[in-house]
């Protein structure tokens, strides 16, 4: 039987969620994704409509195909924790089922169990804020989408996955260097989200015999990291000083997953993996 994996965070073809999507597709996984609530409509209809097909295309020829799109909002782990605005807001109230308990519930009842959980969503509402002007409510979000969200979704899909099963996340070196621009509590963020990867390794590898890692992935123009406004300059950055001056593609960053989600890395877990064209590994500009 082949590969069934969840992929949170997945709202268009630009990210590093399609790409992962893709890479996994490609290596015959079934995918299941989880779309953020308000993007939910507009992703469902452009993949309808065929505005995705060119990217869709895997190496064989054929299309990727989503067996199912679950709405998802990460910040959320049952219905008792929504507040009410958002119960009551359009694009929320006409979607169901989409804290995280319920759903992982609802693919354990269309599918049983899933072998790979990919984490590949972040959000800090003050991203654009230095740390030092950061409200602790704009902390706390974004640590509570950005981090607290992959140990809330391995909680609850743990109990579903295959032993042998593993899981992925994305970070990026903020975590551990200075990056000026990457605000809001984000670089804290990710710090967390890489110590987890380690300890969430240990727990999920004694009762289940899953692994854990996360890819720290340099600069991608996705929807989300232009939301943070530097995003080219880090591109060029990255272009200029990196071991490899290549362009990064979301694909290297997509079969680098795929890699650490098979077989092929059994023996890899609690491990942040570059895959950043060698850009961490310098300490001076050059
Ligand atoms: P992206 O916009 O493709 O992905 C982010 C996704 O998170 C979006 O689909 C968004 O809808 C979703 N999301 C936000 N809040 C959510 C919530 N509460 N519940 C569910 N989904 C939610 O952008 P991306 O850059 O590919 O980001 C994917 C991951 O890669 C993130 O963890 C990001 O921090 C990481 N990363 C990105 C870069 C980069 O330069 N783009 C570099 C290193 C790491």
Same mark, same amino acid.
């Given at each position: 039987?082949?590969?069934?994996?969840?992929?949170?965070?997945?709202?268009?073809?630009?990210?590093?969620?399609?790409a992962?999507?893709? #890479?996994?597709a490609?290596?015959?996984?079934?995918?299941?994704?989880?779309?953020?609530?308000?993007?939910?409509?507009?992703?469902?209809?452009?993949?309808?409509?065929?505005?995705?097909?060119?990217s869709?295309?895997?190496p064989?020829?054929?299309?990727? /195909?989503?067996?199912k *799109?679950?709405p998802l909002?990460?910040?959320?782990?049952?219905? /008792?924790?929504?507040?009410?605005d958002?119960?009551?807001n359009?694009?929320?109230?006409?979607s169901?089922?989409?804290? *995280?308990?319920?759903?992982? /519930?609802?693919?354990?009842?269309?599918f049983?169990?899933i072998?790979?959980?990919?984490?590949?969503?972040a959000?800090?509402?003050?991203?654009?804020?230095h740390?030092?002007?950061t409200?602790?409510?704009?902390y706390?979000?974004?640590?509570?989408?950005?981090?607290?969200?992959?140990?809330?979704?391995?909680?609850?899909?743990?109990?579903?996955?295959?032993?042998?099963?593993?899981?992925?996340s994305?970070t990026?070196?903020?975590?551990?260097?200075?990056?000026?621009?990457?605000?809001?509590?984000?670089?804290?963020?990710?710090?967390?989200? /890489?110590?987890?990867?380690?300890?969430?390794?240990?727990?999920?590898?004694?009762?289940?015999?899953?692994?854990?890692?996360?890819?720290?992935?340099?600069?991608?123009?996705?929807r989300? #990291?232009?939301?943070i406004?530097?995003?080219?300059?880090?591109?060029?950055?990255?272009?200029?000083?990196?071991?490899l001056?290549?362009?990064?593609?979301?694909?290297?960053?997509?079969?680098?997953?795929?890699?650490?989600?098979?077989?092929?890395?059994?023996?890899?877990?609690?491990? *942040?993996v570059?895959?950043?064209?060698?850009?961490?590994?310098?300490?001076?500009?050059?």
């Amino acid at each position: 039987r082949g590969k069934r994996a969840f992929i949170a965070g997945v709202a268009d073809d630009n990210g590093y969620g399609w790409a992962i999507a893709k #890479a996994l597709a490609a290596a015959g996984a079934e995918i299941l994704v989880g779309t953020w609530v308000p993007a939910l409509k507009i992703f469902e209809t452009s993949l309808r409509r065929g505005k995705f097909d060119e990217s869709r295309l895997l190496p064989d020829g054929s299309l990727m /195909e989503i067996t199912k *799109v679950y709405p998802l909002d990460a910040v959320y782990d049952t219905p /008792e924790d929504v507040p009410e605005d958002v119960k009551t807001n359009k694009r929320y109230a006409s979607s169901s089922n989409w804290t *995280v308990k319920e759903v992982a /519930e609802s693919v354990k009842n269309d599918f049983g169990t899933i072998d790979i959980l990919v984490h590949s969503l972040a959000n800090g509402p003050e991203v654009t804020k230095h740390l030092l002007e950061t409200s602790r409510k704009g902390y706390l979000a974004a640590i509570s989408a950005s981090s607290y969200s992959f140990v809330s979704l391995l909680q609850n899909f743990l109990p579903i996955m295959n032993p042998g099963g593993a899981s992925i996340s994305l970070t990026y070196i903020a975590s551990e260097r200075t990056i000026p621009g990457y605000g809001g509590g984000m670089s804290s963020a990710k710090a967390a989200l /890489e110590s987890d990867t380690r300890v969430l390794a240990f727990e999920a590898g004694r009762v289940r015999k899953i692994r854990v890692n996360t890819i720290s992935a340099g600069p991608l123009g996705s929807r989300a #990291a232009k939301a943070i406004g530097f995003i080219e300059k880090m591109i060029n950055y990255s272009y200029t000083n990196a071991p490899l001056q290549k362009e990064l593609s979301a694909d290297e960053v997509g079969n680098a997953a795929a890699f650490l989600v098979s077989p092929l890395a059994s023996a890899v877990t609690g491990s *942040v993996v570059y895959v950043d064209n060698g850009l961490n590994t310098m300490g001076l500009a050059c």
